[in-house]
């Protein structure tokens, strides 16, 4: 294919070893289009994440056909550092390594962050330094290595409770915890970036290209490679529901009652609902983000036709399916995948969550091209297949 004789572009993954990270990686390795460097601080992962990674796509691609070229293979070696956002020095030091090679980061995909909502609100100033101040050092590295494209790692949580459900992009941004309130300010602080080097300041001819950004606003990832050699793995007991539903069945929590935060909401059956999509939908959706950010690629024309000239670069899309699934609906999917007899015991309702949270998919699907087919069969059996070949997660 005319992508196996272009050079191939540097991407910079924030978070690359994360249970997200991972399976984005994962996807970028597959396209053969680009060469990943990862950084991760490891506050919630492990490096054998990204080991996995590489020997899952190597072998993929040993039984590819036609046979791998150099260059194949060469994509498929991830170079991964271990550090941390918050130590601007250090990601200096990995732009600089690649400008003194006479290589440039093409472009950054920002996942690493802090995310845990009960959390945020207990250590704000933790999740705004760790969010937002490290957010805007990334960039301004970024700036001065003329490296001017971003995904960037957003989540429904900006919606906070939303007005309307399926949920538009164009929705309010009003978040109601301290880790929500971080997506916004980053998403605003990208779009500032991006309408600043759009408009030249009065009278300067603009030299720079002009920085382009798009903000995927996750939905509720579920699920991991169908091999179940990379998978979530959470420290200490799991916040959210399908990797503690998963421990549970693999014996890992001693008490093994899951119990339902509240069953009078006005759902289906009283349960919170969530619009679960599958992680390596998910990681395809960023792809598709990367290929919108090339000048010229169909995708960039379609993403930007609605962003006038003069304007700053920046779109937001939901990743979602477009579909709600309660929380006993989600028990009983993984009872199916598990075999587990699940007990439940219905609790009070959890802070900071809402009723339901739905994506309106129509303008990741129309602009983007993007689509969300696993369904959450698939999704429980993929969780199953990593969490049973790997009980204590990567140890
Ligand atoms: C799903 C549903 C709970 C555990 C969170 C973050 C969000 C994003 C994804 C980063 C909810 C219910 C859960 C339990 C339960 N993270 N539940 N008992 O809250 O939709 O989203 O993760 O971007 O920002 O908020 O996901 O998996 O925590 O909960 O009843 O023991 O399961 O009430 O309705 P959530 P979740």
Redesign the pocket.
């Known amino acids: 294919s005319s992508t196996a004789q272009e050079p191939l572009k540097n991407v910079l993954v924030t978070g690359g070893a994360g249970y997200i990270g991972s399976h984005v990686v994962y996807t970028l390795l597959k396209t053969r289009q680009y060469k990943v460097i990862s950084i991760d601080n490891h506050h919630n992962s492990l490096p054998a994440a990204l080991t996995r990674v590489s020997e899952l796509a190597l072998s993929e691609l040993k039984e590819s056909s036609p046979p791998p070229s150099a260059r194949d293979l060469e994509s498929t070696i991830v170079d991964a550092h271990d550090c941390d956002l918050t130590d601007p020095t250090s990601i200096r030091s990995i732009f600089s390594s690649y400008a003194s090679k006479g290589e440039q980061i093409w472009g950054v995909v920002h996942i690493a962050a802090y ?1 845990a ?1 009960g959390e945020s609100t207990e250590i704000p100033l933790t999740y705004y330094k760790n969010n937002v101040a490290a957010t805007i050092s990334l960039l301004e590295i970024m700036q001065e290595f003329g490296c001017s494209r971003l995904v960037y790692s957003s ?1 429904a ?1 900006v919606y906070g409770t939303p007005p309307e459900v399926p949920i538009p992009e164009t929705t309010r941004r009003l978040a109601d915890s301290p ?1 929500g309130r971080t997506k916004v300010m980053c998403e605003m602080i990208v779009e500032d970036l991006c309408e600043s080097s759009a408009v030249p300041a009065a009278g300067k001819k603009t030299t720079t290209t002009p920085f382009q950004a798009i903000s995927l606003r ?1 939905f ?1 990832p579920a699920g991991a490679h169908p091999s179940g050699r990379i998978g979530e793995d959470p420290r200490g007991r799991p ?4 990797p ?1 539903l998963a421990h549970m069945a693999v014996g890992r929590v001693k008490d093994p009652v ?4 509240g069953n009078d909401y006005p759902t289906i059956d009283g349960t ?1 609902v ?1 619009d679960y999509l599958h992680v390596l939908d998910l990681a395809q959706g960023h792809v598709l983000a990367l290929q919108a950010l090339e000048e010229g690629s169909s995708l960039n024309k379609s993403v930007y036709a609605s962003v006038p000239a003069g304007k700053g670069r920046f779109k937001a899309y939901n990743l979602g399916k477009g579909k709600g699934m309660s ?1 006993l609906q989600i028990v009983e999917a993984m009872r199916k995948a598990t075999g587990f007899d699940y007990k439940t015991e219905v609790v009070g309702r ?1 802070r900071g ?1 809402v009723p339901a ?1 739905i994506a309106d998919p129509a303008l990741a699907r129309a602009e983007l091209g993007f689509d969300a087919p696993h369904d959450l069969e698939t999704m429980c059996r993929d969780l199953w297949n990593w969490q049973g070949q790997n009980p204590r997660g990567y140890e």
Request: glycine share 4%; aromatic share 14%.
């Open positions: 995310k909502v989540s949580t880790y996750y509720n916040g959210n529901l399908l503690l899951l119990k339902v935060f919170c969530r929380v959890r969550d949270l």
